[in-house]
């Protein structure tokens, strides 16, 4: 069974957008494309709607085939106590969902696509989701299609953003990313931007990549497809 390949990225902002394009261009090198993960807030205060280059950086990279996620709205303001969507209630998730969806419509980044904070999403954040027009979620157990009720079954091996960073940790993400290559299904790898300035976990994610590839794994993107209605006679 082939192998399908997703890298993620997160935590993409003004201080680590140059790390993040220095991993991205590696990454065109080798014919993979990533996911995008985009907050609206982040920690110091930062605000995407304030920081215009990182949005243009944002749009030439969809343009060239990266996808787009929404990663939480204001992940400053929930990070020190639990990832922002794993507890709230249906309706404070809606409100959480409209007002970033908001943001990314006014900076032309606007997706369907949704990968809760630390991968951990509740019961009522994803009620919301459908209602709020998002189409797919990303967390812990695997990708879903919110509109065929449907899930495909799939670890993340991860570095930062509420994931280890340890050496150890890193050699076995390495091995473990060759596991799921071997014998087939999803492979997800992320990282968040301030792990790429660190030699050890860049390096840990280069060769989960480089190893899935070895293996004949087909790079992809977080994408969901529209129902194809059917012609009527």
Same mark, same amino acid.
């Given at each position: 069974?082939?192998? /399908?390949? @997703?890298?993620?990225v997160?935590? @993409?902002?003004?201080?680590? %957008?140059?790390? =993040?394009?220095?991993?991205? %261009? ?21 605000? &995407? ?5 990182? /949005? ?11 996808? @787009?996620?929404?990663? !939480?709205?204001? /992940? ?11 507890? &709230?209630?249906?309706?404070?998730? #809606? ?10 419509e ?6 369907? &696509?949704?990968a ?7 019961? !009522?954040?994803?009620?919301? &989701? ?10 812990a157990?695997?990708v ?6 449907? =899930? ?47 030699? !050890?976990? %860049? ?12 293996? !004949? ?13 059917? #012609?009527?006679?």
């Amino acid at each position: 069974m082939t192998v /399908q390949l @997703i890298v993620s990225v997160s935590g @993409i902002r003004d201080v680590t %957008r140059d790390l =993040v394009d220095a991993f991205a %261009r590696d990454m065109d090198e080798r014919g993979v494309p990533l996911s995008l993960f985009v907050a609206p807030r982040l920690e110091d205060h930062y605000r &995407l709607a304030r920081d215009p280059a990182t /949005q243009e950086w944002l749009l030439e990279r969809r343009e060239g085939g990266d996808a @787009i996620v929404l990663h !939480g709205y204001d /992940q400053a303001a929930t990070k020190r106590r639990r990832a922002e969507f794993s507890a &709230l209630p249906e309706h404070e998730a #809606r409100l959480r969902l409209l007002a970033p969806d908001r943001v990314l419509e006014e900076t032309g980044l606007r997706t369907r &696509l949704f990968a809760p904070p630390r991968w951990v999403a509740s019961p !009522g954040a994803i009620a919301a &989701l459908p209602q709020t027009g998002f189409r797919l979620m990303a967390d812990a157990t695997g990708v879903h299609d919110l509109d065929r009720s449907t =899930v495909d079954r799939s670890r993340v091996f991860g570095i930062g953003d509420g994931a280890r960073a340890e050496p150890w940790w890193c050699r076995a993400m390495v091995i473990g990313a060759g596991r799921v290559a071997r014998r087939g299904g999803t492979l997800r790898l992320a990282i968040s931007g301030p792990q790429l300035r660190k030699p !050890g976990p %860049r390096q840990a994610i280069v060769d989960a990549v480089d190893i899935a590839l070895h293996h !004949g794994a087909q790079p992809v993107v977080h994408r969901w497809e529209p129902r194809v209605l059917g #012609r009527v006679a």
